[in-house]
C-alpha cells in the first residue's frame, strides 16, 4: 500500500533506520562483535562464510604440510610411494604424491575421517605438531559455527512471524470515551505468557526556538480490558488506548486525523512459554491506517459440538462502522461537561451497521 508518509517503523517491525555519512570504523566494530554480526547476517551469507572457512583453512594446512614435506624430500621422484620399499625411505606422511594427495590430508586430517591411505609417521616431529594444531583449528571452527547455527535457529525473532497485529487500528466510543483500539493475535499453540504492550507515538516536534526535533516519542497509555497492561495471550486481544486529556491525540478530531503527519508504533513483548525466551513484536500505524468510527468485528465462536471456542482468524482485520463522535476528545468532554443533547448529537457521525466490510 503506497502512502504519503514514510515509516520509521515498517509494517513488519523493522526499523526503517539505516546507518549512513560518515561511519566512523562502523565494520571494525561490527567485526569486533564478531558472533553477533554472524548472528544477525542472512542465511546466505552465514552458509558461504561457513563454506569458505572450512575450504580456506584445508588449502592453508595443505600448503604447510607441502612445506614440510617438501623441506623432507618427501616429494622427490624417486621418493614416492612405489619407490620408497626400494629406496627404504621413511617419508613424514605415507601415500603422498603430489598437491592433490595432500589435500585430502588436509581435511581427513582436520575432520578425523581417516581413510588409511595417508598417514603420519614418527619420522618429522614437525608433522605431528602441525597434526595436532590443525585439529585444534579444526574443532574451533566446528564449534563455533554449530554455536551460531543453533542460535540463529532458536532466535525468537523467528516466533513473530506468527505474532499478528491488525492491519488497521481503529478509533471507537467505548465506555464513554474516544478510544484507540489494536487488535493482536496468536496463531501457536504455545503460547506467549506475561505479555505486556506498549504505545507510542512518533512526530516531528518544532521547538518555540526553531529548533525541529525528529523523531520525538511520546508514551501512550494502554489497557488490557480497561484494567491493565500485562496479560496472556490465549486468544485474539483488543488493546485499548483512551484519548484522554493525558492523551497526546486529545485535540486530534477526524477531520485533523486525515492531514496529521504521525506514526503509532506498537511494541508487544512476552515470554514463550515453550522455550521461556524473551520475544519482542512491533508493527505502526500512520494516519492512513486508523479508522475512525470502526470497531473490530468479533472472531470468537462457541462450537457446541465440538465444545470448544474457534477464533476465526480470516475475519481477524474485519471491522465495522459504528456511531461515533467526529469531534476531538477535548471537544466531546466540553460538550458532555455542558450536558446539552443538541450540542453532543451535532458532533455524532451517521454510519450503518455492516460486517461484511473488510477494512
Not at 562464510?49 to 604447510?64: D, G, H, K, Q, R
Not at 594427495?101 to 598417514?119: K, P, V, W
Request: charged share 20%; aromatic share 12%; with cysteine.
Amino acid at each position: 500500500m503506497c502512502t504519503s508518509q514514510h515509516r520509521k517503523i515498517l509494517k513488519s517491525g523493522e526499523c526503517n533506520v539505516h546507518v549512513g555519512g560518515d561511519s566512523r570504523g562502523i565494520i571494525s566494530r561490527y567485526i569486533r562483535d564478531f558472533i553477533t554480526t554472524l548472528v544477525d547476517m542472512k542465511w546466505r551469507w552465514v552458509l558461504l562464510l561457513l563454506n569458505t572457512s572450512f575450504f580456506s583453512s584445508w588449502f592453508l594446512f595443505a600448503v604447510l604440510w607441502w612445506v614440510i614435506l617438501y623441506a623432507h624430500g618427501d616429494l622427490e621422484p624417486e621418493h614416492l610411494p612405489p619407490f620408497q620399499n626400494k629406496a627404504g625411505w621413511t617419508p613424514c606422511v605415507t601415500g603422498i604424491y603430489n598437491f592433490t594427495s595432500i589435500f585430502m590430508l588436509s581435511m581427513e586430517n582436520q575432520h578425523t575421517t581417516g581413510f588409511g591411505a595417508r598417514m603420519p609417521t614418527e619420522e618429522c616431529s614437525e608433522a605431528i605438531f602441525l597434526m595436532c594444531i590443525q585439529a585444534i583449528v579444526g574443532v574451533t571452527i566446528q564449534s563455533v559455527f554449530v554455536g551460531i547455527v543453533f542460535a540463529k535457529l532458536i532466535r525468537p525473532k523467528q516466533r513473530t512471524n506468527t505474532l499478528l497485529f491488525s492491519h488497521y487500528a481503529v478509533i471507537c466510543m467505548r465506555h464513554g470515551k474516544l478510544c484507540l483500539v489494536v487488535r493482536i493475535g496468536d496463531l501457536r499453540k504455545s503460547n506467549i505468557i506475561e505479555c505486556k504492550l506498549a504505545m507510542q507515538l512518533i512526530a516531528n516536534i518544532t521547538t518555540p526556538e526553531g529548533e525541529i526535533l525528529s523523531p520525538v516519542r511520546t508514551e501512550l497509555s494502554v489497557v488490557h480490558k480497561d484494567t491493565k497492561t500485562q496479560f496472556y495471550l490465549l486468544w485474539p486481544e483488543s488493546i485499548v488506548h483512551v484519548i484522554d486529556k493525558d492523551s497526546p491525540l486529545y485535540e486530534v478530531s477526524a477531520y485533523d486525523l486525515a492531514k496529521a503527519k504521525f506514526e503509532i508504533m506498537v511494541v508487544l513483548e512476552g515470554t514463550m512459554d515453550s522455550t521461556d525466551q524473551r520475544v519482542q513484536a512491533r508493527t505502526s500505524y500512520i494516519p492512513e491506517e486508523i479508522q475512525w468510527g470502526y470497531r473490530f468485528c468479533p472472531i470468537m465462536k462457541y462450537d457446541k459440538e465440538r465444545r470448544f471456542y474457534i477464533a476465526d482468524y480470516s475475519q481477524f482485520d474485519f471491522t465495522v462502522p459504528i456511531n461515533t463522535p467526529i469531534c476531538s476528545a477535548k471537544d466531546l468532554d466540553s460538550a458532555n461537561t455542558q450536558n446539552s443533547t443538541g450540542t453532543l448529537t451535532q458532533y455524532i457521525g451517521k454510519y450503518s451497521l455492516n460486517c461484511t466490510s473488510k477494512y
